[in-house]
C-alpha cells in the first residue's frame, strides 16, 4: 500500500486527481470477483498459522475483508472471534447497547423488551449499512468481525461491498460527489427517544472521511425513515448513485451465508443482510463483534 499520510498524496482527497488514480489502477488490479476469493479455510481461528494469517491479512488489504472457515464449527464459544481479532490488531471493542459484558453482540432473535425494536434482534432484512453510523465522531467503528455458530434454516445471507469500491463508483460518476458525502453535515441521524427519555442524542457527519493514518472511512445507511440528508441537491444525487449500486448486480458485491465456524473479518465494509426463517431445526446465531480500530497495516 502506498503511503497515505500526507494531505498532498492522499488519493481519498478529491483534488488529488493522479494519486487517486494511481490508487484507483492498483486497487482495481487483480480485485477478487467471486466470494470463493475471500474464504480461507483455517485450522483454529483462534490460533492462526503464519501462512494462514499472511492469506487473510493480504486479502483485508485488498478488499478490506476476508472470510475466514475454521474448523470449530458450532462451538458457542464467544472468545473465538475475539482471538481471532487480537491477531489483526482489533483489541478496542465497542461497548454497544446490544453487547454483553464482553463486548460481544450475540445476533439471534430474541424477544426481550428491548430488544424486540430493533431489527438486529428480529429475523427481518438489514438495509446496507456500515455498523455504528450513528456513533459519537471520535467512537466511529472501523472494524467489524462476524463469527457464525449456526446459520438459520433459510436466509440470513449477507451482501458485502468494500466501501472503498463504492468509493470509486462515486468518484468516478462525479467528484463532486465525493466533495458533498464528505460534509460534516451530510447525513444526521435524528435523536433516539424512548418514552420521553433521550437515549442518545442527533448525529451528524460525513458519509466518507480521511482518518488520521490516511485511510478512507465510510459512515452510512440505506434505511430511509429516521435519516436526515443534507438539503444539498448534489447530496440526493450522490445518494441515489450509490443507492443504484448497491441494488445492483455489481461484480464487487459478494453474498454469503455464514457457515458455522466461518467469521468476517473487516474494515466496517458495507453490508446487509437478507431476512431468514428460523422456524426449522436451525436458528441463526452469530457472533457481531465492533472495534474503534481497522485491521493492522491495512
Ligand atoms: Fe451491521
Known amino acids: ?3 497515505r499520510k500526507h494531505e498532498t498524496i492522499n488519493p481519498f482527497n478529491p483534488d488529488n486527481d493522479s494519486a487517486y488514480r494511481a490508487w484507483r489502477d492498483s486497487k482495481l488490479e487483480n480485485y477478487p470477483e467471486r466470494i470463493e476469493d475471500l474464504i480461507v479455510e483455517v485450522k483454529d481461528p483462534r490460533q492462526l498459522t503464519k501462512a494462514e494469517h499472511e492469506v487473510i491479512h493480504d486479502l483485508c488489504r485488498k478488499t478490506n475483508m476476508a472470510i475466514y ?4 464449527g ?6 473465538i472471534p475475539g482471538y481471532l481479532g487480537k491477531q489483526f490488531g482489533l483489541t478496542e471493542l465497542d461497548y454497544n447497547m446490544g453487547a454483553d459484558d464482553d463486548g460481544v453482540t450475540s445476533l439471534k432473535v430474541v424477544e426481550d423488551k428491548w430488544r424486540k425494536g430493533y431489527i438486529p434482534y428480529t429475523n ?8 455504528g453510523y450513528y456513533n459519537l465522531p471520535q467512537r466511529q467503528i472501523r472494524g467489524l468481525l462476524l463469527h457464525c455458530v449456526s446459520p438459520a434454516s433459510s436466509g440470513g445471507e449477507n451482501a458485502l461491498l468494500d466501501h472503498e ?3 470509486i463508483h462515486l468518484r468516478d460518476a462525479n467528484p463532486d460527489y465525493i466533495r458533498v458525502l464528505m460534509m460534516a453535515d451530510a447525513m444526521t441521524i435524528p435523536p433516539n427517544n424512548e418514552n420521553g427519555e433521550q437515549l442518545r442524542p442527533a448525529r451528524s457527519g460525513p458519509v466518507f472521511s480521511v482518518l488520521e493514518d490516511g485511510s478512507l472511512h465510510m459512515r452510512y445507511t440505506a434505511r430511509t425513515r429516521s435519516i436526515e440528508w443534507s438539503p444539498d441537491p448534489l447530496v440526493r444525487e450522490a445518494t441515489a448513485a450509490l443507492t443504484a449500486l448497491l441494488a445492483s448486480d455489481a461484480r464487487y458485491i459478494f453474498r454469503a ?8 473479518v473487516s474494515n466496517n465494509v458495507l453490508h446487509d443482510r437478507s431476512g431468514f426463517d428460523d422456524t426449522g431445526e436451525y436458528k441463526r446465531q452469530l457472533y457481531r463483534l465492533r472495534y474503534y480500530q481497522r485491521i493492522t497495516e491495512t
Open 1 to 3: 500500500m502506498p503511503a
Open 69 to 72: 472457515a475454521g474448523a470449530t
Open 74 to 79: 458450532n462451538d458457542p464459544d464467544k472468545a
Open 124 to 131: 427481518r432484512p438489514i438495509h446496507w449499512h456500515t455498523d
Open 165 to 167: 469500491m463504492a468509493y
Open 257 to 264: 451465508t455464514l457457515q458455522p465456524g466461518q467469521g468476517l
